[in-house]
């Protein structure tokens, strides 16, 4: 993520690109697909976060001059430089770790992200076009597993509505 492709008066971000790894040597790629380029919505304590982060890179920047390595990059060494894609998988699992949660995958973050979405009412279309998904049949197919429940929360909506009369809003 780059700092131009972060708008933080409008609360939002676009993705266009991807940092990978082509033998641990950490290169820009396009992203996966067309519905992969996409603008994503934060949350007021999101952009808050990026707010204080951005002025102490800011500083960091200062504070080292020239020897500062200009990126653009939102999260970066203290020196600028891009972080291997590996950082956050390897911080994330000591994370865990030391705090004695589950075992998670750092992929799993982005399926809970999804299926608390899913599990919330938000609708599917809304989850796929976050994800970056071509379509919103796909994300379906991956996160079935949260249907059962919210089919069931559907049926007694819908007789609730029946019986009531009440128009949804």
Known sequence: MRWRDVDLDADRLSVSQALVSVAYEVQFSDVKT?????????????VKMLRAWKRKQTEERLRLGPAYQESDLV?????????HPDYFRQAFERFVKKQALPKIRFHDLRHTHATLLLK??????????????????????????????????????????????????
């Open 34 to 46: 067309g519905a992969g380029r996409r603008t994503i919505d934060l949350d007021e304590p999101v």
């Open 75 to 83: 999260f970066t060494h203290t020196d600028g430089g891009p972080l």
């Open 120 to 169: 919330a009412g938000v609708p599917v279309k809304v989850v796929s076009e976050r994800l970056g998904h071509a379509n919103a049949a796909f994300t379906m197919t991956v996160y079935q597993h949260v249907l059962p429940g919210m089919q069931a929360d559907a049926a007694r909506t819908f007789s609730r509505l029946l019986e009531t009369g009440e128009s949804p809003s």
